[in-house]
């Protein structure tokens, strides 16, 4: 599985929109982008995955570049229960079913 | 529909002692798989289990093992247990599909509540 960049923390206010990046530079044609979140002490929350086409669901938009070397989570309106560390993983579809987490962004959504 | 159960929730052993974790996953899952997280390593991949067969294993110890029952919850055990394996373990169950004899088509995970292991 290819390996993501994702920076280790991000701010952002309360009711505006959260924009966490990842880079995955080296990624497969077959390959693809997963995001997953944690909130303190508690297991990872699956959020949105995505191969080459933006994806919307009622948690959060992704958006993936044209030559899929980076995607965007969007979480249109950050509420505090939203602060976690979120975790860009890029993943092939068939294979071992094991995730790899890398050290994730952690996002702290501000009143 | 229920969501993955983890006994117990939290743990106190000694070193040298052995400890049983359990997990039962989401109905109509049959891939359970099983993380260690601790602070300075942060989430690692132990191993996964389908069909009650191990099919993929993490670069941890023989001191970790594991087992799948028929009704596809999941136990994983730890032996002679060290100040380092405190750690909050994290059980993951997701539906797999068959896709011929060796293809299977991975789907999302969802993760239990973890339990929080502390050898002292």
């Known amino acids: 599985d290819a390996k993501t960049t994702q920076p280790p923390s991000m701010d952002c206010a309360e009711g505006r929109a959260a924009n966490l990046p990842c880079n995955h530079s080296?990624?497969?044609?077959?390959?693809?982008v997963y995001w997953y979140r944690q909130i303190h002490s508690q297991g990872p929350q699956y959020i949105i995955h995505g191969l080459k086409n933006n994806e919307t669901n009622e948690m959060a938009s992704l958006i993936i570049t044209e030559d899929r070397k980076s995607s965007t989570l969007i979480l249109p309106h950050a509420t505090l229960r939203d602060t976690a560390v979120y975790y860009c993983?890029?993943?092939?579809?068939?294979?071992?079913?094991?995730?790899?987490f890398g050290t994730g962004t952690r996002l702290t959504v501000i009143p | 529909k229920a969501g993955v159960t983890q006994t117990p929730r939290y743990l106190i052993k000694t070193r040298g002692q052995q400890v049983t974790l359990s997990c039962s996953p989401i109905s109509g899952h049959r891939s359970v798989s099983w993380y260690q997280q601790t602070p300075g390593q942060g989430l690692q991949f132990l191993f996964e289990?389908?069909?009650?067969?191990?099919?993929n294993k993490g670069n941890f110890p023989g001191r970790f093992s594991g087992r799948q029952f028929s009704n596809s919850r999941s136990e994983m055990n730890v032996s002679t247990l060290e100040l380092g394996d405190s750690a909050l373990y994290l059980c993951?169950?997701?539906?797999?599909?068959?896709?011929?004899?060796?293809?299977?088509?991975?789907?999302?995970?969802?993760f239990g509540p973890g339990t929080r292991l502390t050898v002292t």
């Open positions: 289990y389908f069909s009650e067969t191990q099919r």
């Open positions: 080296t990624i497969s044609g077959n390959e693809y």
């Open positions: 993951a169950s997701s539906w797999l599909g068959l896709a011929g004899v060796e293809a299977s088509v991975r789907t999302e995970q969802y």
């Open positions: 993983i890029v993943r092939l579809q068939t294979g071992a079913n094991n995730l790899f």
